[in-house]
């Protein structure tokens, strides 16, 4: 139930936030829940997995045109 909340006040917060603000919220939050798939704790073995998980697909993230004009990236 908590979850549900916090899912709905994140996407309240995204109503008229730009794209590139939502694309990086969501990619932390599913790296953080994805991590919840081997413990249910917020745990050393939890930190480990979600930076993990976090640092994968950075590169892909910070490509999305919505993301690299947040961050003003001029060059690729
Ligand atoms: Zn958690």
């Not at 916090?6 to 109503?15: F, I, L």
């Not at 603000?21 to 994805?34: G, L, Q």
Request: aromatic residues 16%; charged residues 20%; negative net charge.
């Amino acid at each position: 139930m908590i979850r549900y909340f916090s899912v709905w006040n994140t996407m309240q917060n995204h109503k008229d936030a730009p794209a590139g603000k939502a694309y990086v919220d969501w990619y932390y939050i599913m790296a953080h829940e994805m991590a919840h798939v081997h413990t249910p704790y917020h745990d050393e073995h939890h930190e480990l997995l979600f930076q993990a998980l976090a640092t994968r697909y950075l590169t892909e993230l910070h490509n999305l045109p919505a993301v690299r004009e947040l961050f003003k990236c001029t060059s690729y």
